[in-house]
Every structure is written in structure tokens, then in C-alpha cells.
């Protein structure tokens, strides 16, 4: 039998790249569901912070921050929230930047690598993404990252526990040490089957096309 395709995503739960890779990915992959041979697919989030310095509380809202962070206006950081969202709309997501609130995702990221341990990473990244990008909640505070870990269906104590001790921060490292060797330098970034480096939020249909291929790859010769 042919093994599964692993996909290994860098991503950070503040980029809003990364929320609309991973919509087109999961379209990509939902494409690719009705084929005859259907690829199989295992796909395992990584960590990468886009802005480590920031503080858990960011005093402005994120057209500051990008102002601050990329010497540009706020006319021009708000250009670039209207160019995105109607980018993020394209892939079903409703963007909220008027409600975003900027954080530090060190904390979020442990949160990921906790819910991974107990087989819930991906109900997590998703409700991290949509509390950040969509529904304006704070993903810094621990407080707020063990009721999202609740609505997910991870133990609340457990997730309180591992939060406060830090128990996942070597886990969240070493995410980013593997960036690094990797040569990853933005996000999201998609590594296929160990081999294939995808880079940015392509569209779902290279998705498809790429597993496609990769899984023809994998067939054994007839």
C-alpha cells in the first residue's frame, strides 16, 4: 500500500497568509477527495513567529503595528488589510482587522504543540486563526488560549498547566530551528512529502496538482 503524503506547515497564527493557506490547502485537498485514487494526506502544523518582540499587549491596533514594523502609513497599512481581506474573502473567511488584536504568539504557538500531543492540533489552529483574524479575540493571554483550548475539546486544566510551565516552548523551538535549516523565511511554507517546497498561499488548485502528482509518484509501477 502506498504510504500517506505528509505535508509539514510552517505558519504563525498572526499572519494572515497563513489562515488563507490553510483554506486553499484544505480546498486543494477536498478536490482531490473524489478521485479514483484519492492521495492520502497527513498534515502537521509547525511553529514560526512573524514578529517575536511583540508584547502580549500591543498598545494601537495592527495598523500601528505595521506602520511601526514596516516604516509605512497607516493609509498605506490600511490599503493593505483591504487588498488581503478581499483575498481572504475569495477563500471564505471573513477578515476583521477592525476588531484584530495584536499579540504575541509564543504563547499560542505552545497551545498547538499541546492540542497535537492529544490529537486536536488542527481543531486548534483553526479556532486560533478564526478568534484572531475573525472574531477579534485575544490569542496571547493565557487565560483566553485555554478557553479556545476548551472550545476545541481539550482539557482546560491540562492546557492551563502546560501553558504556564512552558512545557511545549522546546517543541516551539525547535519548529524554528527546523525553519532555519530549511531556509524558510516567510510564511506559510509548505514542505511535501519531505521533498517539495511550496511557498506563500498558493491557490487550492496547485495544491491539488502538486498532490496529484506526488501521489502518481508514489504509485507502484503496474
Same mark, same amino acid.
Given at each position: 500500500?502506498?504510504?500517506?503524503?505528509?505535508?509539514?506547515? @510552517?505558519?504563525?497564527?498572526?499572519?494572515? @497568509?497563513?489562515?488563507?493557506?490553510?483554506?486553499?490547502?484544505?480546498?486543494?485537498?477536498?478536490?482531490?477527495?473524489?478521485?479514483?485514487?484519492?492521495?492520502?494526506?497527513?498534515?502537521?502544523?509547525?511553529?514560526? &513567529?512573524?514578529?517575536?518582540?511583540?508584547?502580549?499587549?500591543?498598545?494601537?491596533?495592527? $495598523?500601528?503595528?505595521?506602520?511601526?514594523?514596516?516604516?509605512?502609513?497607516? &493609509?498605506?497599512?490600511?490599503?493593505?488589510?483591504?487588498?488581503?481581506?478581499?483575498?481572504?474573502?475569495?477563500?471564505?473567511?471573513?477578515?476583521?482587522?477592525?476588531? *484584530?488584536? =495584536?499579540?504575541?504568539?509564543?504563547?499560542? =504557538?505552545? *497551545?498547538?504543540?499541546?492540542?497535537? $500531543?492529544?490529537?486536536?492540533?488542527?481543531?486548534?489552529?483553526?479556532?486560533?486563526?478564526?478568534?484572531?483574524?475573525?472574531?477579534?479575540?485575544?490569542?496571547?493571554?493565557?487565560?483566553?488560549?485555554?478557553?479556545?483550548?476548551?472550545?476545541?475539546?481539550?482539557?482546560?486544566?491540562?492546557?492551563?498547566?502546560?501553558?504556564?510551565?512552558? &512545557?511545549? *516552548?522546546?517543541?516551539?523551538?525547535?519548529?524554528?530551528?527546523?525553519?532555519?535549516?530549511?531556509?524558510?523565511?516567510?510564511?506559510?511554507?509548505?514542505?511535501?512529502?519531505?521533498?517539495?517546497?511550496?511557498?506563500?498561499?498558493?491557490?487550492? &488548485?496547485?495544491?491539488?496538482?502538486?498532490?496529484?502528482?506526488? @501521489?502518481?509518484?508514489?504509485?507502484?509501477?503496474?
Amino acid at each position: 500500500m502506498t504510504e500517506t503524503i505528509k505535508i509539514d506547515v @510552517w505558519s504563525d497564527i498572526a499572519c494572515p @497568509w497563513c489562515y488563507i493557506g490553510k483554506r486553499n490547502l484544505e480546498s486543494g485537498l477536498a478536490a482531490t477527495s473524489s478521485d479514483a485514487d484519492a492521495p492520502r494526506v497527513e498534515v502537521v502544523y509547525h511553529s514560526f &513567529e512573524l514578529s517575536p518582540d511583540t508584547p502580549v499587549d500591543f498598545e494601537g491596533d495592527i $495598523a500601528d503595528f505595521l506602520a511601526q514594523h514596516k516604516g509605512i502609513s497607516r &493609509e498605506q497599512a490600511s490599503q493593505m488589510h483591504e487588498h488581503v481581506t478581499g483575498i481572504a474573502a475569495d477563500a471564505g473567511l471573513e477578515y476583521r482587522f477592525d476588531l *484584530l488584536q =495584536h499579540t504575541n504568539t509564543v504563547k499560542a =504557538h505552545e *497551545l498547538l504543540h499541546f492540542a497535537k $500531543a492529544h490529537g486536536r492540533q488542527h481543531d486548534v489552529a483553526e479556532r486560533l486563526m478564526s478568534a484572531y483574524f475573525t472574531e477579534g479575540r485575544h490569542v496571547g493571554r493565557i487565560d483566553d488560549l485555554v478557553t479556545i483550548a476548551v472550545e476545541a475539546g481539550l482539557d482546560g486544566d491540562a492546557a492551563r498547566a502546560a501553558l504556564e510551565s512552558a &512545557e511545549f *516552548l522546546d517543541d516551539v523551538r525547535a519548529d524554528q530551528a527546523q525553519a532555519v535549516a530549511y531556509g524558510i523565511q516567510g510564511v506559510p511554507f509548505f514542505v511535501i512529502d519531505g521533498k517539495y517546497g511550496v511557498s506563500g498561499a498558493q491557490p487550492a &488548485e496547485a495544491f491539488s496538482q502538486i498532490l496529484r502528482q506526488v @501521489w502518481s509518484e508514489r504509485a507502484p509501477a503496474a
